[in-house]
């Protein structure tokens, strides 16, 4: 099976871009949390999740193009669509303080993850690593890692770090599909780690 690689500079370019978007945007949302109420966040999320998913449709038919798009993404919905979609639930589900968490190591730990992988490999993400199974081990190593720093710092504590990055890791590192269909982990990051840290809180 052919693969389409993104070699070189310019690719490993347009990743750092990608990450900073991603880093960049969990933040935001985390600190307009601490000064806005949830209901209110709520709405601003709910709004600006159905303008990205009117945009994907139209991006679908062509109609307007989306940049520093990976390869696999151009006929699927894009990463930041589950990216949001990840934050909004989590915002829903969890208590203040566990929904930044889950948010941090989503933009975060993710991010640092996956520039690992993409600096290690000289280019960006293409469609074969998320047919592997199972992410290399030195990816995991460093989602925990950074998960775990992340959670403590928010939330001061050492049992609900542990737990979240426990939840972070396994969606970064385990691929999942149900009924054939591929789970974005923009989407998982949050809402596993965000369920572990409150089974434990």
Request: hydrophobic residues 50%; proline residues 2%.
């Amino acid at each position: 099976m052919s693969e389409k690689f993104s070699f070189g500079l310019g690719g490993l370019k347009d990743e750092v871009i990608r990450k900073s978007i991603h880093v960049g945007s969990g933040i935001v949302i985390c600190f307009l949390y601490t000064i806005f109420q949830r209901d209110l966040l709520t709405i601003g999320l709910l709004f600006l999740l159905f303008t990205i998913f009117f945009l994907e449709v139209l991006r679908f038919k062509g109609m307007v193009s989306v940049p520093f798009l990976r390869d696999r993404e151009e006929k699927k919905i894009g990463g930041y669509a589950f990216f949001m979609l990840g934050t909004f639930i989590s915002i829903l589900l969890f208590d203040k303080q566990i929904a930044i968490a889950s948010i941090l190591m989503l933009a975060i730990g993710d991010a640092v993850a996956g520039m690992a992988l993409a600096v290690k490999r000289g280019r960006a993400y293409n469609a074969g690593d998320y047919i592997r199974a199972i992410k290399p081990p030195y990816v995991i190593l460093i989602m925990f890692s950074v998960s775990l720093l992340v959670g403590y710092y928010t939330l001061d504590s050492l049992k609900m770090a542990i737990s979240g990055a426990v939840g972070a890791t396994i969606a970064e590192g385990v691929h999942l599909r149900i009924h054939g269909i591929s789970i974005d982990d923009n989407l998982t990051i949050p809402l596993y780690s965000g369920f572990l840290m409150s089974l434990v809180s």
